[in-house]
């Protein structure tokens, strides 16, 4: 396999990714949909008649998967996810095939390559791997903008730590007993926050 040939199909991956994030927001198996014809114009087209939204098309289907792929990256790099973690593939994945495109040399030497062009795809800065403002602009998440591309740090995402909460007249701290404290985005609207 060549390294063209390979990162021809980082681009369907991208695709395949938006369109089962659309989906799982539906409460939809991916794998009933995985193969008919026009999966995504029915779904879309099914969403739009159910409840009535008459800008509900297959474009804004992806567009929803974005916006999931990239609140899902956003969340990430605020748990510590880094760039890096994308390797640490079990090397099962990464052997050649007894079939197909990976049959010669597997995709191992060529997975950096790959990972930088699905970043570059999703709009993201291919060194830290986190949206950029541009992409968060065009996504109408300009309030999740990102000040500074280093590490993640609270104050950059709007996050606050140990968040104390009031619920039915309780009031607790929730934490992760791992390595990280619970975050709550303090710009949310107050609603989302309860």
């Given amino acids: 396999m060549q390294c063209d040939a390979a990162l ?4 369907s991956v991208r695709r395949t990714q938006q369109a089962k994030l659309f989906w799982d927001t539906l409460g939809v198996c991916s794998f009933g949909l995985n193969g ?3 999966s995504m114009v029915l779904t879309s087209k099914s969403l739009a008649q159910a409840v009535g939204w008459e800008g509900m098309d297959t474009r804004e289907g992806f567009t929803v998967g974005e916006r999931i792929a990239n609140l899902m990256r956003i969340v990430y790099g605020r748990r510590g996810f880094r760039k890096s973690d994308e390797f640490d593939v079990s090397p099962r994945h990464l052997e050649t095939t007894a079939e197909g495109t990976g049959s010669e040399r597997g995709i191992a030497e060529y997975l950096p390559a790959m990972v930088d062009d699905y970043y570059r795809r999703m ?3 291919v060194d830290p791997g986190l949206p950029t403002d541009e992409t968060l602009e065009r996504l109408a998440w300009a309030s ?3 000040p500074d591309r280093g590490p ?6 709007g ?7 009031r ?3 309780v009031s607790s701290t929730y934490s992760n007993s791992r390595r990280h404290t619970a975050a709550i985005p303090t710009n949310l609207p107050a609603h989302c926050r309860q």
């Fill in 159 to 165: 996050f606050r730590r140990g968040v104390e909460r």
């Fill in 36 to 38: 008919v014809k026009d």
């Fill in 167 to 169: 619920r039915n007249g």
């Fill in 144 to 146: 999740f903008r990102l």
């Fill in 152 to 157: 993640f740090s609270a104050p950059s995402l």
């Fill in 8 to 11: 021809t199909k980082v681009g």
């Fill in 123 to 125: 709009g993201w800065d």
